[in-house]
Nanobody, 116 residues
Framework: QVQLVESGGGLVQAGGSLRLSCAAS????????RGWFRQAPGKQREMVAV???????SYTDSVKGRFTISSDNAGSTIYLQMNSLKPEDTAVYYC??????????WGQGTQVTVAS
């Protein structure tokens, strides 16, 4: 079992920055890759950024150059540094950890609101 706790959301003006954190506990040795997803009102949840166990990263096109996913050395905590935020980035952000056995765990979600 893996437990995930997110923090760092909030309200920010367009052009501002926020940093999200997702701390994992439990069987983190089983984690293969970790990522951030978001869901805006009336829209489907979408992948924002993922990082593999070896450190390879991938981003959705709309955040490339603005968002950066990273992790601590232990691999138990991931971060999402969000710069140059836009109103269309407004959503609930979720972290997701996936094990080698393809079992997924989700954080509770944190609201990010970008005011124009």
């Amino acid at each position: 079992q893996v437990q995930l706790v997110e923090s760092g959301g909030g309200l920010v003006q367009a052009g501002g920055s926020l940093r999200l954190s997702c701390a994992a506990s439990g069987s983190i040795f089983s984690i293969n890759y970790r990522g951030w997803f978001r869901q805006a009102p009336g829209k489907q949840r979408e992948m924002v950024a993922v990082v593999g166990r070896g450190g390879a990263t991938s981003y959705t096109d709309s955040v490339k150059g603005r968002f950066t996913i990273s992790s601590d050395n232990a691999g138990s905590t991931i971060y999402l540094q969000m710069n140059s935020l836009k109103p269309e980035d407004t959503a609930v952000y979720y972290c997701r950890y996936t094990t080698f056995g393809e079992r997924t765990y989700w954080g509770q979600g944190t609201q990010v609101t970008v005011a124009s």
